[in-house]
């Protein structure tokens, strides 16, 4: 799954949790969920396609038995810090990645296995060639190519343009959180660039 479509679903699940809870989210809350969403592949891709320390880009990171704790620990900091809300943004985000992952792969590529690897240091998924990030990178994105030539690439056109669509139809609806504090740490940057 690419990152935009981890952030879609990601925030289509914390924008849900925070209508049924009342909650509002704010610049941070979305921060968090962009982080929480990116996060298992921020820590496996490169510590396994760059370092070699990892056995697949899909392993610690995306473990439920490191996700899990990770996660209540973040809800918990931030629930003592009065940041529920941004602790929960960044664990939706986080846990919504593994199953997303699973769904896509199994659904689209037919690759069930990498279910395996959600169970790290257990099992683990197939073994990633050590060819480097951007060769890595390169690599899914090539055959990523190669399946829109497909005839059933519809489908997976029609599924990106509900998920992104609807991700953007509640972060509007949400008041689009995050514009604010982009507007101001563009600011900042600004204004420490010119003094």
Same mark, same amino acid.
Not at 1 to 9: G, S
Not at 184 to 195: A, D, E, L, M
């Given at each position: 799954?690419?990152?935009?479509?981890?952030?879609?679903?990601g925030y289509i699940?914390?924008?849900?949790?925070?209508?049924? /809870?009342?909650?509002?989210?704010?610049?941070?809350?979305?921060?968090?969920?962009?982080?929480?969403?990116?996060?298992?592949?921020?820590?496996?891709?490169?510590?396994?396609?760059?370092?070699?320390?990892?056995?697949?880009?899909?392993?610690?990171?995306?473990?439920?038995? $490191?996700s899990v704790p $990770?996660?209540? $620990?973040?809800?918990?900091?931030?629930?003592?810090?009065?940041?529920?809300? $941004?602790?929960?943004?960044?664990?939706?985000?986080? =846990?919504?990645?593994?199953?997303?992952?699973?769904?896509?792969?199994?659904?689209?590529?037919?690759?069930?296995?990498?279910?395996?690897?959600?169970?790290?240091?257990?099992?683990?998924?197939?073994?990633?060639?050590?060819?480097?990030?951007?060769?890595? /990178?390169?690599?899914?994105?090539?055959?990523?190519?190669?399946? =829109?030539?497909?005839?059933?690439?519809?489908?997976?056109?029609?599924?990106?343009?509900?998920? =992104?669509?609807?991700?953007?139809?509640?972060?509007?609806?949400?008041?689009?959180?995050?514009?604010?504090l982009l507007k101001?740490?563009?600011?900042?940057?600004?204004?420490?660039?010119?003094?």
């Open positions: 799954m690419f990152p935009w479509e981890h952030a879609a679903v699940l914390v924008s849900l949790w925070a209508r049924v /809870t009342g909650r509002r989210l704010d610049g941070w809350a979305a921060l968090a969920v962009l982080v929480g969403t990116q996060f298992p592949d921020l820590v496996d891709k490169p510590l396994a396609w760059s370092f070699g320390v990892l056995p697949s880009g899909i392993s610690m990171a995306h473990s439920i038995l $490191v $990770v996660s209540i $620990v973040v809800v918990a900091v931030a629930r003592r810090y009065g940041a529920a809300t $941004v602790g929960v943004a960044f664990a939706l985000g986080y =846990l919504s990645h593994i199953p997303a992952d699973l769904l896509f792969n199994g659904f689209f590529f037919g690759n069930y296995d990498v279910i395996r690897a959600f169970l790290w240091p257990l099992s683990h998924g197939s073994e990633s060639s050590m060819g480097g990030f951007f060769a890595q /990178t390169w690599f899914y994105l090539r055959r990523f190519v190669v399946f =829109l030539r497909r005839p059933e690439a519809w489908i997976l056109v029609a599924f990106e343009l509900a998920l =992104l669509g609807s991700a953007v139809w509640l972060w509007l609806g949400d008041g689009a959180p995050g514009v604010g101001r740490s563009v600011t900042g940057i600004r204004r420490g660039v010119t003094k």
